[in-house]
C-alpha cells in the first residue's frame, strides 16, 4: 500500500510504503499524486519512505515503477529514500547513480534529516511586514521560476495595496538562479514594480551582491543601501529610519 503523507506547491512529495504495493497503488494514488507535483513546473523532490512492515512490490508494480521512471524522468530534482532494510539501501546505492538527480538514503530515525536534506536547496521567497510601509523580501536557496510564479501574487497584493513602500532585501541565504527562465522572473517582478520601492535595504554575504547598492538606483525611483550580512540589524534600522 501507498499513502501520500504530504504535498505541496513548491513540488515536494512525500509517500510511506507499507504492506505488498501493488500496480493499483501506483495507477490510483502515486501516480495522480506526482502529476500534480509535476504541473506546478517545479522538479518534484520526493521523500519515499519505506516502513518497517513493507513486504515487496507485486509483479504488476515493479513494471508500472519502471514506466514511472521512464516516462518522468527528467521530472525530479532530489529523492530521499528513508529505510532501514539494507536491501533497499544497497539497491539505491547500486542503481541510484544512474539517475538524473541527487539521491541519499537515510535510516527511519532520520526522517527530519531527510527533509531538511530536500529542502535546504529549495528556493523559496518569503514576504514579512516589517513596518506600516516596509516589507521584507527574503530570497533564500536556488529560485526557479515556479518559486516567482508561486510568490508573485503576494507581492501583487502588498503593491496593490501600498502606492510607495521601503524593502528590505534579504540575500544572506540566497544561492542564485536556477537558470535564465528564473532570472528573466526576477527582472520582469523588479519592472513591474518599479516605482514603488522609495527605499531599498540589501543584506547580503556575497561581494557581488553590494553591486545592488549602484545598480538599484538606476532601475528604480529609490534609493539603495548595501549592508554585509552581520550588519543586518543595522539595515533594518536605516530603513525604517
Not at 518559486?147 to 541565504?173: E, G, I
Request: net charge negative; charged share 25%.
Amino acid at each position: 500500500m501507498i499513502d501520500i503523507t504530504e504535498e505541496t506547491a513548491e513540488g515536494l512529495l512525500e509517500i510511506r510504503a507499507t504492506g505488498r504495493v501493488t500496480e493499483q497503488d501506483y495507477e490510483t494514488i502515486l501516480i495522480p499524486a506526482l502529476t500534480r507535483a509535476l504541473d506546478w513546473g517545479a522538479p518534484v523532490r520526493l521523500l519515499y519512505q519505506v516502513g518497517p512492515d513493507f513486504e515487496g512490490y507485486s509483479a504488476g508494480a515493479l513494471w508500472a515503477d519502471a514506466r514511472l521512471g521512464l516516462k518522468h524522468w527528467r521530472g525530479f530534482g532530489k529523492i530521499a529514500v528513508v529505510t532501514d532494510s539494507d536491501k533497499i539501501e544497497a539497491g539505491v546505492r547500486m542503481f541510484g547513480f544512474t539517475l538524473p538527480c541527487p539521491v541519499r538514503t537515510f535510516d527511519l530515525d532520520e526522517i527530519d534529516a531527510a527533509r531538511l536534506w530536500l529542502r535546504e536547496s529549495l528556493g523559496t521567497i518569503h514576504f514579512e511586514e516589517i513596518g506600516a510601509d516596509a516589507l521584507q523580501v527574503q530570497l533564500i536557496g536556488r529560485l526557479d521560476s515556479a518559486s516567482y510564479k508561486t510568490r508573485s501574487p503576494d507581492l501583487d497584493a502588498y503593491a496593490a495595496a501600498h502606492d510607495r513602500f521601503r524593502l528590505m532585501v534579504d540575500l544572506r541565504r540566497f544561492e542564485g538562479w536556477q537558470g535564465p527562465s528564473a532570472l528573466g522572473e526576477h527582472v520582469n517582478l523588479v519592472r513591474h514594480h518599479r516605482h514603488q520601492p522609495y527605499r531599498i535595504a540589501v543584506v547580503g554575504d556575497k561581494s557581488w551582491m553590494k553591486l545592488a547598492e549602484t545598480l538599484l538606483p538606476l532601475m528604480l525611483d529609490a534609493k539603495a543601501k548595501y549592508f554585509d550580512e552581520d550588519d543586518y540589524a543595522a539595515g533594518r534600522a536605516w530603513l525604517l529610519t
